[in-house]
Every structure is written in structure tokens, then in C-alpha cells.
């Protein structure tokens, strides 16, 4: 009986190893690998260019840049405004390694089968500096609009 008890006890303990490991470790690492990351400033016309050179926009619209997708394609919509900056950790994240983090309303249209992004691999595809480049010019179309209105309350 006392046995039973022990090895209970044994597999609680793993329990919440397990359980420390899948909440709390992600949340400590995620923050370690976020830290120290700075990119040098960019040029934003070079960043367009390379947009271009990509071809960013068979999937992307974004103002100025016009969308040259398939009838069938997606037209996801880069920049405009926006209530929170993004930041360029973000942009490069959306780049590189765009299955990281998909957005739920993309959810349906933007996923293969096996849940990754539709979003075509450049890895091999620009240079480090391209990169910079490319998320300066991204970064510069998102417009930073207030939550709050123009409208106060009037006693
Ligand atoms: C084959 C289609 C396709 C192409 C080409 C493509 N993307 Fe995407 N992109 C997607 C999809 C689908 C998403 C939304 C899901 C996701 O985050 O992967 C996305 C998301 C993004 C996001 C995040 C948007 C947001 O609101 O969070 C950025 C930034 C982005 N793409 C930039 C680029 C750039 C830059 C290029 C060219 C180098 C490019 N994409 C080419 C399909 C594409």
C-alpha cells in the first residue's frame, strides 16, 4: 500500500517538473533570446528595392507598392496604422522565421496543412544587410495611431 503511495508520490514530482518546464521555461527563455538583439538603422529606399526584388508582393499589399498576387492568392496587408509599434525584433521574426507566430485572423488562409506559413523561406534568398534594410522600409509604413480620439469628455 505504502508502495502505491510512493510511486504516486514519484510521479507527482514529475508532474511538476513537467509542468515547470512547459510553463514557466518558455517564458524565461523567450525572454533571454529577445535580449541584447539591436539592428543597425537601415535605409529605407534600399529596403523597398529589395521588397521589390522579392517579389513580397504576390502575397502583400502594402501603400505605394501594388499587389501582384494570383486571383487565388493571398493579399495580406502590410503597414497602416496600427495601435502598438512593431517592433523590428518582431518584423525580422515575421520574415525569418514567419511560422513562429501566425495571426488568428490569417489563420485559415495563411497555413499549409501542417500549420506552417505559406510565407516563402528567404534565408538563402538576401544578404544580413538586405534584411536591415527591408525591416526599416516595413517598419516605416506602420502608422502609430492613438487609441485615444480627438474628443474629450466635456464637463
Ligand atoms: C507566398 C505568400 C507570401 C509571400 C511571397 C510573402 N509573404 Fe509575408 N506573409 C505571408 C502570410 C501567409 C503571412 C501571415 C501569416 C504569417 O505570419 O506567416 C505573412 C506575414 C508577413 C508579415 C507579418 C504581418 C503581420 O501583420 O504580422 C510580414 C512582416 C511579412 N509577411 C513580410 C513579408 C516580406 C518582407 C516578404 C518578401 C520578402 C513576404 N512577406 C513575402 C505570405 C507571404
Known amino acids: 500500500m505504502s508502495g502505491k503511495i510512493k510511486k504516486f508520490g ?13 510553463g514557466v ?27 521589390k526584388r522579392l517579389a513580397c508582393n504576390e502575397c502583400h499589399s502594402i501603400s505605394g507598392i501594388d499587389w501582384k498576387g494570383e486571383s487565388d492568392s493571398l493579399n495580406i496587408a502590410l503597414g497602416g ?7 523590428y525584433g518582431e518584423l525580422v521574426s515575421s520574415v525569418i522565421n514567419p511560422s513562429h507566430k501566425i495571426a488568428r485572423r490569417y489563420k485559415k488562409q495563411a497555413v499549409t496543412e501542417e500549420e506552417l506559413s505559406k510565407m516563402k523561406n528567404y534565408n538563402e ?18 502608422d ?6 480627438d474628443y474629450y469628455p466635456y464637463y
Not at 131 to 139: A, C, E, I, N
Open 144 to 149: 502609430i495611431k492613438s487609441p485615444l480620439t
Open 10 to 22: 514519484k510521479l507527482s514530482n514529475y508532474l511538476l517538473v513537467f509542468i515547470l518546464l512547459c
Open 125 to 142: 534568398a538576401m544578404t544580413v544587410q538586405e534584411l536591415v534594410d527591408l525591416v526599416t522600409f516595413l517598419q516605416s509604413e506602420y
Open 25 to 51: 521555461l518558455p517564458i524565461v527563455s523567450c525572454n533571454e533570446q529577445a535580449r541584447g538583439f539591436a539592428l543597425p538603422e537601415g535605409d529605407i529606399e534600399k529596403g523597398k528595392v529589395t521588397y
Open 81 to 87: 496604422k496600427v495601435t502598438i509599434q512593431k517592433s
